[in-house]
């Protein structure tokens, strides 16, 4: 027997895995079943302190005045995504930083910050 890539076995069991129900389900089942996965993946924004938003804030000032590699984590619509680079500017007026990455500028919004750590 050719081997399958769905194919896995258990003991002496060979088992399809989710495979085998796709047959008898409607297209309808199967949207609903990624979109249901896709909702398991997405993240919790983690809740910050008070204490946690003043360190954020202090490492962008020393990570600003330092003109040093930064790595910044946001959260956005339940994914969390990780910045690297240099700040080039902290905009107040516009609640942003721009930072500085190897494909270019990117802004980034302060309320999406979850946190802040310099890279030496």
């Known amino acids: 027997m050719a081997p399958n890539r769905h194919m896995k076995s258990v003991g002496e069991v060979k088992d399809r895995g989710r495979i085998k129900w796709t047959a008898m389900m409607l297209p309808e089942h199967i949207k609903e079943l990624r979109t249901w996965q896709n909702e398991d993946e ?30 910044i984590k946001t959260w956005k619509a339940g994914v969390i995504i990780q910045h690297q ?27 999406e910050i979850i946190s802040v750590q310099c890279v030496e």
């Open 42 to 71: 997405l993240v919790k924004r983690p809740k910050l302190s008070e204490f946690d938003l003043q360190l954020i804030q202090e490492e962008l000032d020393v990570a600003y005045r330092r003109k040093c590699e930064t790595r």
């Open 85 to 111: 680079g240099s700040i080039e500017q902290i905009d107040v007026r516009l609640m942003c930083i721009i930072l500085q990455d190897q494909m270019g500028t990117v802004r980034i919004p302060v309320t």
